[in-house]
């Protein structure tokens, strides 16, 4: 699970001390919220519900008592001023707003219901951040206890006439099954126990104390204690987990005490300190593990995200996104000058892991990755939901437009190969010197790793490691694993003489490697044949197969890839070693084609991906 160290870095960005829900904007707090009929998808991804069914007013998903919503829950809202200064839709605080005095059946409903329904479990109505919130003396306010059981018992209601898979918001009591016990026994509890993976010391506040989630502790809905079996604990954790988008997860919410925890004022707030915080990272990187949820790259938005934050040539005038009247601050934990919940740290260079990795966390949760077109990181730059920065990403322009199809949507989608079946994407490292080697098969990429499929499969580089200095004898050590993306749409070749320098041999001898990890996003086991050629020699590995390539040829390498949602999941490394000691040959580099059984290209439709960084 330690390949999601940086991957599985997702946090919602800082709120005004209100709920988050699904999916916050990107931009102003008065932003529209797009009508339930318009072409943009809801948000959070999901399909807008149909509006027959058997609601006949179309305001309410089957399963739910659109008359009581309508003339209980709303106006029960209303009278306690829920809305008013902090939830009416054009406060939006924690962007949860409601419209006032909504017609019954009208789309003001509609959309009422939709933001009240991404605060529900329907799996444990009781656990629903909606009724949690609306009990709690939330901010001064609280719900009649009348009105209160009124607001539990609908819910309960539309539970019990709801299916999984069927629709609504749940996000509880994930079956166990899911989750591999040996591992939360041995990585996860230890945590919830009091270990603080930054130090390796003992914490004086952990999850289990007496005064939080103990057998007999203070707190009622969650156990968490080391005298139950490993299995039981995580069986009382599932139900704190949400498996569609696990960075809303309560069990990691609420240790920051985050404006999304369904209990105000809860009193981890500092058990996770940021986005970097080795805990947060490790319960994170579980539940992706054990969830089959896919991140995105961090090693392409650090790439090719990041730099349009400080670009003017995508911002009105000289604005930029990450300016201090936008979304820039100076540091973790800060609020906007345009007081969104979406902050940019300023500054970030390069080479900075840490602010690379805070602006990539704050990034991803406004991004898609089940339909890149509907997430407010393309929606508010492209100007196509009103945005009081403009249009950052003018689509009218063709080389706007492909640029924002072919990185910032493409990184939204996960990294797939092209049109054509071209991978363009590699984390690369190199070039080192190599005089004296006649044969590719003479470099190794690490020493004392032997040219074995299996043992060069244990290489797992990530995004800025460094490069051994043993590589070669002149390497240096501010050599880089470095993400190579070709931009050059037009062409497939991955021209590595644009990526890394040649480091000057006087034998004209060069090394330099490519990587990339591919993945099945599908349900079933894919065969996948890598058509590689290059004009240098060079070995290729794709997971348990390897080939020799002589320059000027091409090979197929074949592997059958499992699908990334079952129990054990796998990424399934491809290594290129390339090698030129031909002093009349400047090429240096290769084109890789990937296709399936039936030779059809996979293309950026399909289900195989690649990742490149944090693994």
């Known amino acids: 699970m330690q390949r999601f160290a940086l991957l599985g870095l997702w946090l919602l960005g800082t709120a005004c001390g209100e709920v988050t829900i699904a999916e916050p904007d990107a931009g102003d707090t008065d932003a529209p919220v797009a009508p339930a009929d318009a072409s943009v998808p809801p948000p959070d991804g999901s399909q807008a519900p149909d509006a027959g069914g058997d609601d006949a007013t179309g305001v309410c998903d089957d399963h739910y008592d659109c008359e009581v919503f309508e003339q209980e829950i709303m106006p029960a809202l209303e009278d306690a001023d829920c809305l008013g200064i902090c939830h009416d839709v054009e406060a939006r605080q924690g962007e949860f707003g409601l419209h006032e005095d909504a017609a019954p059946g009208s789309a003001e409903m509609r959309e009422n219901f939709e933001a009240i329904d991404s605060l529900v479990d329907l799996t444990q109505p009781v656990n629903s951040v909606i009724y ?184 009105p005038g000289a604005q930029t996104c990450q300016d201090q009247g936008c979304h820039g601050v100076d540091g973790v934990g800060q609020t906007p000058g345009n007081s969104s919940n979406f902050p940019i740290v300023r500054g970030v260079g390069d080479q900075d892991l840490a602010g690379l990795t805070e602006n990539f966390v704050n990034a991803t949760a406004f991004a898609n990755f089940g339909d890149a077109e509907a997430s407010s990181l393309f929606l508010f730059p492209t100007d196509e939901v009103a945005h009081q920065g403009g249009a950052g990403i003018d689509l009218s322009d063709p080389d706007n437009a492909a640029f924002a199809q072919d990185v910032l949507l493409s990184w939204i989608d ?183 059984e039936n030779n059809d290209p996979f293309t950026d439709e399909d289900e195989l991906l690649f990742m490149l960084g944090g693994l």
């Open 132 to 315: 949690r919130r609306a009990g709690g003396n939330h901010n001064g306010v609280a719900l009649p206890d009348d009105d209160q059981d009124a607001l539990l018992a609908w819910l309960e209601d539309a539970s019990g006439s709801w299916e999984p898979g069927a629709g609504g918001s749940a996000n509880g009591c994930i079956e166990r099954g899911t989750f591999n016990v040996e591992v939360f026994e041995d990585d996860i509890f230890p945590v919830l126990d009091g270990l603080d993976l930054n130090t390796g010391e003992q914490r004086s506040l952990a999850c289990t104390g007496d005064s939080c989630h103990a057998v007999g502790g203070e707190s009622t809905r969650l156990t968490l204690d080391p005298s139950l079996d490993p299995e039981e604990n995580l069986e009382n954790l599932a139900c704190f987990i949400n498996s569609a988008d696990p960075v809303k997860s309560q069990v990691l919410l609420c240790p920051r005490d985050h404006p999304g925890c369904a209990v105000d004022d809860h009193p981890g707030d500092d058990f996770f300190s940021n986005a970097n915080d080795l805990n947060y990272q490790q319960i994170l990187g579980y539940i992706y593990d054990s969830t089959h949820s896919t991140p995105l790259d961090f090693a392409f938005f650090a790439s090719n995200i990041q730099p349009i934050f400080d670009d003017d040539a995508f911002a």
């Open 414 to 596: 996960g990294l797939r190969p092209d049109e054509n079946g071209i991978g363009r994407h590699w984390l690369v490292a190199g070039s080192f010197q190599a005089g004296g080697v006649a044969d590719v098969d003479d470099i190794f990429p690490f020493p004392g790793i032997d040219d074995d499929t299996a043992e060069q499969n244990e290489l797992r580089p990530a995004f800025l490691d460094d490069t051994p200095t043993t590589i070669s004898s002149s390497a240096s050590p501010d050599h880089k694993w470095v993400e190579f993306f070709n931009d050059d749409f037009s062409e497939g070749d991955i021209d590595l003489n644009a990526a890394l320098p040649d480091p000057g041999d006087e034998d004209d001898t060069r090394v330099a490697y490519a990587v990339a990890y591919a993945l099945i996003d599908g349900s079933t086991s894919t065969t996948v044949q890598l058509r590689i050629a290059s004009p240098n020699d060079a070995r290729v590995y794709f997971g348990s197969a390897s080939q020799l390539l002589i320059g000027g040829n091409e090979i197929v390498v074949e592997e059958t890839i499992d699908p990334f949602d079952e129990a054990s999941p796998e990424l399934v490394p491809i290594i290129v070693k390339l090698f030129n000691d031909d002093p009349d040959n400047d090429e240096f580099g290769f084109r890789a084609e990937f296709v399936d």
